[in-house]
């Protein structure tokens, strides 16, 4: 008898990460050896809820039109699964909807939280000796996920810092006073997505003029003489830090207080700020901050078509991957070429992933630390190419219904 497959999302939401679900859904419908597929809302405590949709009639165009479509269809959650030891109950009840719903796979979208979830219940399964298949599949806008070469979510979120980095900097251009703008960029321990501003250049335009990243300690006292070297020679200075840089002793170079989340991580805000003030007082000159924030996670206008080409790719070779009785292992991607571009889909084992994070290289930042190198750049360019048509109404772009989680 043919068993049924439960899909989920978790973590912040990106571009691409429903893409990654539409390539599961395909998959599964595409499938000989699965009946129904359903989703489960709210990730991991929809399965605790018996929270579900039935995805198994999805349309062509349905798939489609989800794949282009922003955030999480079936919303996320941040739930931190307790240990086995301590936590056994919580693992009984998922598995006991598992064996109701005659569960054989669980396919589980997101990044390095979510991995530990994929770790954690494929130990489960293993201890009670459970037949069922778990596939973990990335996504993450920050890139920190190790073994695959980059993470679905990450190029369109590259393409947008690196698009609204170029407008800001025509915007500034325009008056002629001399002024410092300052762009704070998601990043709590990777500089990622900062680096990925530095496609923003032009012929005409070194903008951003310095880049600091949290892989490299952020010296004050430098980062003042940085822009003052550059004033006598750039009428607008135009910055770009990570929010999460910090001091040689590992300080946040932040306005508020940092608090962490249920997983452990520093909750971040007002470094742009801060730095604004430090750089109004100790120059004088016209400054003010941008704080990005959230905006590049749902910025389906911008994505990369490479990018969801990557996510759907990786969802759908999942359950590839499920069908030849893989068990335990995240989908990553295997750079084979910059120029031409090419890749390859693989496998590895999630617990060689879960709770690691990935660095930029330190030899991809310059040598001062305010800036990154050629490499950084030959590297992020094939992430942001090509574009998608989006449908639209009345002049805005027409996504998926989400009433099942408006209601």
């Known amino acids: 008898m043919k068993k049924n497959c439960i899909v989920a999302q978790s973590g912040g939401p990106t571009v691409a990460i429903n893409a990654s679900l539409a390539g599961v859904i395909e998959g599964v419908i595409e499938s000989s050896i699965f009946d129904k597929i359903y989703g489960s ?39 931190k699964l307790p240990d086995i030891d301590n936590g ?53 806008i920050d890139n920190d996920l190790v073994v695959t070469d980059h993470t679905p979510g990450f190029g369109s979120a590259a393409k947008y810092i690196a698009t609204s980095m170029r407008e800001m900097a025509y915007d500034t251009y325009i008056y002629d006073i001399q002024s410092v703008l ?15 501003s530095a496609l923003a250049r032009t012929e005409f335009s070194e903008a951003p003029h310095l880049i600091y990243l949290p892989e490299t300690s952020f010296d004050q006292k430098q980062f003042i003489e940085d822009i003052k070297a550059l004033l006598p020679v750039k009428k607008n200075v135009i910055v770009a830090v990570s929010e ?32 604004e003030n430090l750089v109004s007082r100790e120059l004088g000159v016209k400054v003010r901050s941008v704080e990005i924030n959230v905006l590049q996670r749902s910025a389906a206008h911008l994505s990369s078509k490479t990018d969801l080409e990557e996510g759907f790719s990786l969802g759908k070779m999942a359950v590839k991957f499920i069908e030849e009785g893989h068990s335990e292992f995240m989908t990553i991607i295997n750079r084979t070429s910059n120029q031409p571009y090419e890749y390859t889909i693989s496998h590895s084992p999630v617990l060689d992933i879960a709770n690691k994070a990935k660095s ?36 805005i772009p027409s996504y998926p219904s989400i009433s099942h989680l408006t209601s």
Not at 182 to 196: C, F, N, Q, S
């Open 88 to 140: 056994a109950e919580t693992y009984e009840a998922i598995f006991k909807t598992f064996a109701d719903m005659n569960v054989g796979a669980f396919f589980y979208i997101g990044g390095n939280d979510s991995m530990d979830t994929v770790d954690k219940l494929s130990k489960y399964a293993k201890s009670i000796g459970s037949d069922i298949l778990i596939a973990g599949i990335p996504k993450t």
């Open 182 to 196: 300052i762009v704070e960029i998601m990043g709590r321990d990777a500089g990622w997505l900062t680096a990925a």
């Open 360 to 395: 930029v290289p330190r030899e991809w930042i310059n040598a001062a630390g305010n800036d990154v190198t050629q490499d950084m750049l030959t590297y992020l360019k094939p992430l942001v190419e090509g574009e998608i048509a989006l449908d639209y109404e009345n002049g």
């Open 41 to 79: 809302i709210h990730g991991i405590q929809g399965v605790l809820k018996n929270n579900f949709l039935d995805l198994t009639d999805s349309s062509k165009d349905f798939i489609t039109k989800l794949s282009h479509s922003p955030a999480m269809y079936l919303g996320s959650c941040r739930f």
């Open 244 to 275: 999460g840089i910090h001091d040689k002793d590992g300080n946040y170079i932040s306005a508020t207080s940092t608090v962490a989340d249920k997983f452990g991580h520093a909750q971040l805000s007002g470094t742009g700020k801060y730095l």
